[in-house]
């Protein structure tokens, strides 16, 4: 995980990428994530999946299958970035196959 910097030098969010190991599912909507318990709005999440970069909220009108050994990349808008240091994050999915899906993970800014 780390911050995103823009051409001046603010930090102007963060991104991070998940690896899919678990199995394979159609992300169909319903994307909630949240960040040392702060929700994320929809609206300031983009998704990168095979060098195609969706807006979060598109997933209802163009499901997505995140397959086995697929990663896929987080990018989410926040001013000021994260602080350096150990984040929990929570994501929660609508999947045609299993339903909603939750799971969390920490990682680190560094």
């Keep these: 995980m780390k911050n995103i910097i823009d051409e001046n030098g603010n930090k102007v969010g963060f991104t991070f990428s998940l690896l899919n190991k678990l199995g394979s599912g159609t992300i ?14 929809l609206e300031k999440i983009k998704v990168e999946k095979g060098g195609v970069v969706s807006k979060a909220e598109e997933f209802s009108k163009n499901p997505v299958i995140f397959a086995v050994s697929e990663r896929i990349k987080f990018f989410i808008e926040k001013p000021g970035g994260l602080q350096e240091g150990i984040h929990k994050i929570v994501i929660s999915v609508m999947t045609t196959e299993y339903g909603r899906i939750e799971f969390d993970f920490t990682d680190k800014v560094s």
């Design 28 to 41: 169909e909507g319903g994307i909630k994530l949240k960040v040392d318990g702060e929700e994320i709005p």
